[in-house]
């Protein structure tokens, strides 16, 4: 008794008026109240309730278990058992819980909870027939926070983001984190009317999405993010996996479309989705079965004599039909395939080229095969080039490795390092769509590029539009003046190759020239060039 309320070392006996003034005021009634009734019934009391100790003010946590002993006598009518401090067992049970139900780093409710005001939240709209909302919210390239400042750094911006988004939210709504740079938030009782509702959330998501691209002020500086947003309106037929998988994909969407959106779910997605979701399947067996092939678009000199080719990947799938290579290679690259594929088109690109190529084209013939930062970034991508090259014994001087500006942006040390190797192993590499990224000058100067390749989208209106012009005009001359190869895709017209020529390109690639043809008609172009003297 001492040690729990402070009653003197010489007294066994808790008085009433000292342990009521000790038990918490928003305790007090309740406890008190139970023990009145033990006392008017002659029963037994137990209960719990918390103390706020006289010396220090602490709070602590009491186990009371006693029984009524009537007096006789002179005697009064006593409680008479044991008093336990039971605070760390509380404290214990209360961090479990917080563990169980809430974040550990944000404080918000994890997925459990959210799972269960979800559930909640459809319910509510089933009795009163109305809506509410679930915004699913992504930090756009998390990723990169993490791997240029680290996780710390990482977890303060979750920290500040999370806080941000809760302190605009009605105390009726949720927020929590479902998972990794993920959130959650929950828009209750929208109204009755589907159109009102969804102006109310949009306007909700713009007015968040404005607060998450402010300035981050973290330990290593300044921070700005953006985020995706991911939209599904809430009715009372809906459940919970139903919702969630909507405005996952809403938000998927939102990435899709060029991040930092706000998009909402649609009928149409969950199609798009299970076809999203087949073709990756789909893609993992043709790469398997090698049923992915290798085309050939011919690049030709001014005077239309053969330079090289670019190899470009097709997927003819047997009832699908043409997959357009933008759809598939994304998938690749998305779900981990692009290595796969990468090993797959260069080892057929090499088979064709010494089996049936190579004989009928000039020694200075070249192909050009399109390499992928993932693919760049496998610890083993050198060896596994020199491994397939090695195998069809093809010497390394014919082959120019593509890469894209987006490329020397991830990772670019180790790019370097990769690219340096392989151009002491005899490789050429050709910078593809020059001027529509970020490439830095010093990047150009670091890196072994041998080739610049104009991007079509200026090449497309070169003759027409002054800007092209100017552009174009501008990485012929950087090209000139740092002795690097220059050449035009997407030459589709007479008058554009004329343009360039003028301005001192003489290069090209393009449907002016041939399409990206399959091997037996590639051959074909090849031997029509060559008995025309010229292109055709």
């Known amino acids: 008794m001492h040690k729990i309320y402070g009653v003197p070392k010489s007294s066994d006996e808790l008085t009433y008026s000292t342990w009521s003034n000790t038990v918490h005021p ?27 100790c006289p010396n220090t003010g602490n709070i602590k946590y009491i186990l009371a278990d006693a029984t009524y002993k009537k007096g006789y006598g002179d005697e009064s009518d006593r409680m008479i058992g044991v008093n336990i401090d039971i605070t760390d067992l509380k404290q214990a049970e209360q961090k479990i819980e917080r563990l169980a139900y809430f974040d550990s780093l944000t404080g918000l409710p994890n997925r459990f909870t959210i799972n269960d005001r979800l559930g909640q939240t459809i319910a509510f709209c089933n009795r009163n027939a ?3 909302a679930l915004i699913f919210i992504d930090i756009d390239d998390f990723k990169k926070v993490n791997d240029s400042a680290g996780h710390i750094v990482g977890d303060e911006l979750l920290t500040q983001f999370s806080r941000r988004l809760q302190a605009k939210i009605r105390a009726a709504d949720t927020i929590g984190r479902f998972g990794g740079d993920e959130f959650i938030v929950i828009l209750n009782n929208l109204g009755s009317d589907r159109g009102a509702a969804q102006v109310l959330v949009e306007r909700f998501a713009f007015k968040m999405q404005a607060l998450t691209r402010r300035p981050f002020a973290l ?31 809403a938000m998927y969407k939102a990435k899709g479309i060029g991040r930092n959106r706000v998009h909402f ?34 690049q030709v000199n001014q005077d239309g004599t053969i330079r090289g080719a670019e190899v470009l990947a097709r997927w003819h799938h047997p009832d699908k039909g043409y997959i357009p290579p933008a759809k598939f290679i994304n998938i690749a690259e998305e779900v981990g395939l692009i290595d796969r594929l990468g090993r797959l088109i260069l080892k057929k690109a090499c088979t064709d080229f010494k089996r049936h190529i190579e004989k009928q084209v000039p020694d200075d013939f070249v192909l050009s095969i399109n ?25 390394p001087e014919k082959i120019r490795i593509e890469i894209t500006e987006t490329v020397l942006l991830n990772s670019s040390e180790i790019v370097s390092l990769r690219l340096l190797e392989l151009k002491g192993k005899g490789f050429k590499f050709s910078l593809d769509d020059f001027g529509t990224g970020y490439s830095s000058l010093t990047m150009l100067k670091n890196l072994p590029i041998d080739e610049l390749k104009i991007d079509q ?17 501008s990485i012929i001359a950087l090209s000139q003046s740092m002795n690097i190869n220059v050449i035009a895709e997407g030459v589709e017209e007479e008058r554009h190759r004329e343009t360039l020529v003028g301005m001192g390109c003489h290069a090209f690639q393009g449907y002016l020239f041939s399409k990206p043809l399959p091997l037996v008609d590639f051959l074909s172009k090849i031997e029509s060039i060559k008995s025309e003297g010229g292109t055709k």
């Open 457 to 473: 989208s200026f090449v497309r209106d070169v003759s027409t539009n002054p800007n092209s012009a100017a552009i174009t005009r």
């Open 265 to 298: 779910f649609d009928p149409l997605m969950q199609k798009e989705f299970q076809e999203r979701i087949d073709l990756e399947r789909a893609l993992g067996l043709a790469i398997s079965n090698e049923e992915i092939e290798p085309y050939f678009q011919l």
């Open 130 to 132: 109305t809506y509410s």
């Open 371 to 395: 390499v992928s930062a993932a693919q760049i970034l496998q610890p083993d991508f050198v060896r596994s080039v020199m491994d397939v090259l090695e195998q069809g014994d093809l010497n």
């Open 219 to 249: 330990s290593h500086g300044s921070f700005l993010v953006s985020a995706s947003f991911g939209i599904t309106l809430i009715e009372g037929r809906s459940t919970v996996d139903d919702v969630l998988r909507q405005a996952d994909m």
């Open 26 to 52: 928003e305790d007090f009634d309740q406890t008190s109240r139970h023990l009145e009734q033990a006392i008017t019934q002659q029963s037994g009391y137990k209960d719990e309730f918390r103390i706020v």
